[in-house]
């Protein structure tokens, strides 16, 4: 039976997640995916281009599609076609063993190219992320998870090459303590931590990515003054992920730079991993009973993994960046 392949129609977001629905379940994809859930973090983004959403259907049915997108330029301020990125490729269980995805995979490379990308990417990576934020990978934008193993050979078939690897770590927090040694006693009679106002967007593209995404912000203050030393913001998984339910992920931990080397990264993220394990709500975003937190942290960053496993983070997947040249369409 013959497969057609067109752009994406208004009628079509249905069958798009019925498919999505129909993947086998896994840390890598939020289950299941609703309609409205789609609409929100896919077909509203202002620079949505239904010619970059393209359908497989055989016989009235969506069997595969793939979405191409660009990202942002080094302002945030617009769009950049110079960087373009395949954001997904899903086909039915039953297909996964055809040519469908090389197929669409192609078409969304000349997609891409002609509209002037000269760099092609897979999957979500900053600041080439427009969609699926939170509904793919993680909480951030990892490109594809190396637990993807069918999307990543797709990819790598293509000639796609493995660029960098940023692990993701994860805490269950059902059994966490905060560290409760001398030094962070003392810090604790020192600085306290602080629900905080959920940031404004910096730009327009955080804007579009980030200001749909449910957040909660803590900044940390001297008790001694009041001065704001640092700051950690994370965000809540969507609502029906089967897969990791009640979960949350680490956008951002900073610590001011005159405040550094005393402990006080693992203070505030203990703290805040705290007060959302509890199960009395404590802070006016009522975040309480939280079960996972995940973390993304680049191999290099060696501070930042030695803190993840001294609060008992550990490895559970991680992010492949994978990239080729574009090549102009035949």
Not at 132 to 138: A, F, H, K, S
Not at 231 to 252: D, H, K, M, Y
């Amino acid at each position: 039976m013959m497969i057609r392949y067109r752009p994406f129609r208004n009628t079509d977001p249905p069958h798009i997640a019925r498919l999505w629905s129909s993947q086998p379940p896994t840390r890598t994809l939020v289950q299941p995916l609703t309609v409205p859930l789609l609409e929100q973090r896919v077909l509203n983004r202002p620079y949505f281009d239904q010619r970059g959403l393209i359908v497989a259907e055989q016989d009235g049915r969506v069997i595969g599609f793939a979405h191409a997108g660009f990202g942002s330029d080094a302002s945030g301020a617009a769009l950049s076609t110079d960087r373009g990125t395949t954001c997904m490729l899903m086909v039915e269980p039953q297909h996964q063993q055809s040519d469908l995805g090389a197929e669409m995979l192609d078409r969304c490379e000349r997609y891409l190219v002609e509209r002037g990308a000269r760099c092609l990417g897979a999957g979500n990576v900053a600041p080439t992320n427009p969609f699926y934020l939170g509904l793919y990978g993680d909480h951030l934008s990892p490109g594809l998870l190396e637990s993807d193993t069918w999307r990543v050979g797709q990819f790598e078939s293509a000639g796609y090459q493995r660029t960098r690897r940023q692990p993701v770590w994860e805490r269950t927090l059902s059994d966490f303590r905060p560290i409760r040694d001398r030094s962070q006693l003392q810090l604790r009679r020192q600085y306290r931590v602080e629900w905080d106002e959920e940031p404004a967007p910096a730009t327009w593209w955080e804007a579009c990515t980030l200001d749909s995404l449910p957040r909660a912000s803590y900044r940390l203050a001297s008790r001694r003054g009041g001065q704001r030393c640092g700051s950690a913001v994370f965000w809540g998984r969507p609502a029906g992920n089967r897969v990791t339910p009640q979960a949350v992920g680490l956008l951002e931990l900073q610590i001011d730079e005159t405040c550094r080397g005393q402990g006080l990264g693992a203070f505030l993220l203990g703290e805040t991993l705290r007060r959302m394990q509890s199960n009395e709500p404590s802070d006016p975003c009522e975040w309480t009973g939280i079960r996972i937190c995940s973390v993304q942290v680049d191999e290099a960053q060696a501070a930042g993994v030695a803190l993840l496993r001294k609060l008992g983070f550990q490895p559970v997947d991680c992010g492949l960046i994978l990239q080729k040249s574009a090549q102009q369409p035949a």
